[in-house]
């Protein structure tokens, strides 16, 4: 497809597992952004990665999470001895960042997230 | 104070009344501006984007953007049910390489 694609669409697991989730951004998109959501609540940034510059990690909550994006496409954001409260839907977006006006998101469906 | 500032409702509108929705900004030098649509349940998804000052109109959206003022604005004509969602104002910097900064978005209601 033609659009950002996230796996799982859906994860449950116990409290202290770690998980992965994938995200595919658009083809030729040189941006990738991470957010998390909480039911009810807004859009809370995680991290950015442009191009080939260093990412912009400030918002991650604590040293569990961690993301990469290997050769500028495919990335994967690992929390590591998963907590109740990082139960949400983790959205991936997608940009393509070129010339003077610069192009909106694409998001994916996301991954909602229950840790029990 | 937010980077992107939003008001978020509920905001409840008849009917064929026009819905206007705002929000304001605090960095000076943003060039980009975009409009998001988000359904309980569903990903955001793009309704307008603007760069220049003045308005944009595409069908019964109207973006509006004043740069010295630092805030932008999005019109709904003729709002139907099918409007009722959350509207997510986004702003990104001066460079391609800043990134976007989403508001916590106003929750619009059309009561019929």
């Known amino acids: 497809g033609a659009g950002v694609s996230q796996s799982p669409s859906n994860k449950v697991t116990e409290k202290g597992k770690d998980v992965e989730l994938r995200c595919d951004p658009i083809s030729g998109h040189t941006a990738l952004y991470w957010y998390r959501q909480s039911l009810g609540q807004g859009l809370e940034f995680l991290i950015y990665f442009q191009g080939n510059s260093a990412p912009d990690k400030s918002g991650l909550p604590s040293d569990r999470f961690s993301a990469e994006r290997t050769g500028g496409s495919v990335s994967t954001l690992t929390i590591q001895r998963t907590q109740q409260e990082d139960s949400a839907v983790y959205l991936c977006?997608?940009?393509?960042?070129?010339?003077?006006?610069?192009?909106?998101?694409?998001f994916g469906d996301g991954t909602r997230l229950s840790i029990l | 104070q937010k980077e992107v500032e939003q008001n978020s409702g509920p905001l409840s509108v008849p009917e064929g009344a026009i819905a206007s929705l705002n929000c304001t900004y605090s960095d000076r030098v943003s060039q980009s501006f975009f409009w998001y649509r988000q359904y309980s349940g569903k990903s955001p998804e793009l309704i307008m984007s603007?760069?220049?000052?003045g308005d944009k109109e595409d069908g019964r959206f109207t973006a509006q953007l004043n740069k010295a003022s630092q805030y932008v604005s999005l019109l709904i004509r003729d709002s139907q049910p099918s409007d009722s969602a959350t509207y997510l104002c986004a702003v990104q910097g001066y460079s391609s390489a800043s990134k976007i900064i989403f508001g916590s978005g106003t929750r619009l209601s059309i009561r019929p």
């Open positions: 977006a997608s940009s393509l960042s070129s010339g003077e006006e610069d192009q909106p998101q694409h």
């Open positions: 603007i760069y220049s000052n």
